[in-house]
């Protein structure tokens, strides 16, 4: 898998919990959410290591950002978590006690008429990690809150080459931890050597997610609209990623309820 997209996900309460909530952070923010922020709005700063690793405290101080950010706490466990775990490779590869984790969570806003300060380069999420980091597989659920289209910031996506599994057994299980790392590393490797990316835009309607592998490279238009143009940004991971030293936490680590 290098991406996947399900349109119109989730339903209208479930997309209007996400925007109130959205609407709700950004009304709050002193900063300017652009040049200070870089688009980028997380729910939650500076938790304690038992809200990053456990669920019940997790989920309790996600209820309490701002007043209407109950509704939208539940929504990534119950509506988006089940869609990421058929996407990742199985936990009992890693040891892990077989759960997923929540990795990460933010907003994307691009305000009215942000212009080309709202268009994000091109990347891979997992470039901003260690290779010991990048041994544990991620995924990201782009949420659009909006209408998306090149006019007001969506992704233009970069497709995978083909690569042939290092082996008969590979082939036949391919959500196998090695030969799913294998396979991203693989693909993701070709596009140094490929000049002319073609890259696929991204249109989705309100409520569809585009699920992406943390090895897909891919870049944001902006927004020249008059509108503001939401996203919702989930991700989880196989298991627990940790910095080199085998301890940190590089960012959340809080397990999925089986």
Request: hydrophobic share 35%; aromatic share 8%; charged share 20%.
């Amino acid at each position: 898998m290098s991406t996947n997209h399900l349109s119109l996900a989730l339903s209208s309460n479930h997309l209007k919990a996400l925007q109130n909530e959205c609407d709700a952070l950004f009304n709050d923010l002193e900063e300017d959410v652009v040049e200070d922020l870089g688009c980028i709005v997380e729910p939650l700063h500076n938790l304690e290591h038992a809200a990053r690793t456990m669920y019940d405290i997790y989920q309790r101080r996600r209820s309490l950002v701002t007043e209407v950010s109950k509704p939208a706490a539940s929504i990534m466990s119950s509506s988006v978590a089940p869609y990421a775990r058929l996407l990742l490779p199985p936990t009992q590869d890693l040891c892990l006690a077989g759960a997923q984790h929540i990795f990460n969570e933010q907003y994307i806003i691009k305000p009215p008429h942000a212009g080309p300060q709202s268009a994000f380069q091109w990347h891979q999420d997992s470039q901003f990690m260690s290779d010991e980091s990048r041994l544990v597989p991620t995924i990201a659920c782009w949420i659009a809150l909006d209408d998306v289209s090149e006019h007001n910031g969506t992704l233009k996506v970069e497709p995978y080459f083909t690569v042939i599994p290092p082996s008969a057994t590979a082939k036949q299980k391919p959500d196998d931890i090695r030969t799913y790392n294998y396979m991203h590393t693989e693909k993701a490797a070709r596009y140094l050597a490929h000049s002319d990316p073609s890259p696929i835009t991204i249109n989705l309607r309100a409520g569809s997610i585009l699920f992406m592998s943390g090895y897909v490279r891919h870049c944001s238009t902006p927004n020249r609209t008059g509108r503001f143009r939401r996203v919702y940004m989930p991700q989880f991971s196989a298991g627990p990623v940790k910095a080199d030293d085998g301890q940190t936490l590089v960012a959340l680590a809080v397990p999925l309820p089986s």
